[in-house]
């Protein structure tokens, strides 16, 4: 059984950093596209970076030069490690693995193309 557990969050002040994991199991991540997302309170979820089975990664222009997404084959684990946090980064966090067998990213991130979901965890960013 595929399953996705997502860990990593907690409350940090501006300027902070964190680093989110996603825990794969019932399935090899490294074959997939292996998105990112996040949902601030009132809004709708929103990609937020993604990386596909060859290893290219890209994020959304509000995280970029400050997010980074990672892969450990090993640990079947992905990675987002989140620097220079700011208050709108506060959001509850999720990764995902694609419906069908997506590969290759496509940009922007559309929270269509993915259909297994792990249960998220929150990052509050705040003084």
């Known amino acids: 059984q595929l399953q996705l557990v997502e860990s990593g969050g907690g409350l940090v002040q501006p300027g902070g950093s964190l680093r989110l994991s996603c825990a794969a199991s019932?399935?090899?991540?490294?074959?997939?596209?292996i998105a990112w997302f996040r949902q601030a309170p009132g809004k709708e979820r929103e990609g937020v970076s993604c990386?596909?089975?060859?290893?290219?990664?890209n994020s959304a222009e509000p995280v970029k030069g400050r997010f980074t997404i990672s892969r450990d084959n090993a640990k079947n684990t992905v990675y987002l490690q989140l620097n220079s946090l700011k208050p709108e980064d506060t959001a509850v966090y999720y990764c995902?693995?694609?419906?069908?067998?997506?590969?290759?990213?496509?940009?922007?991130?559309?929270?269509?193309?993915?259909?297994?979901w792990g249960q998220g965890t929150r990052v509050a960013v705040s003084s």
């Open positions: 990386i596909s089975s060859s290893g290219r990664t």
């Open positions: 995902a693995a694609p419906r069908l067998v997506l590969r290759q990213c496509v940009f922007p991130i559309q929270e269509a193309d993915f259909g297994s």
């Open positions: 019932g399935f090899t991540l490294d074959y997939y596209a």
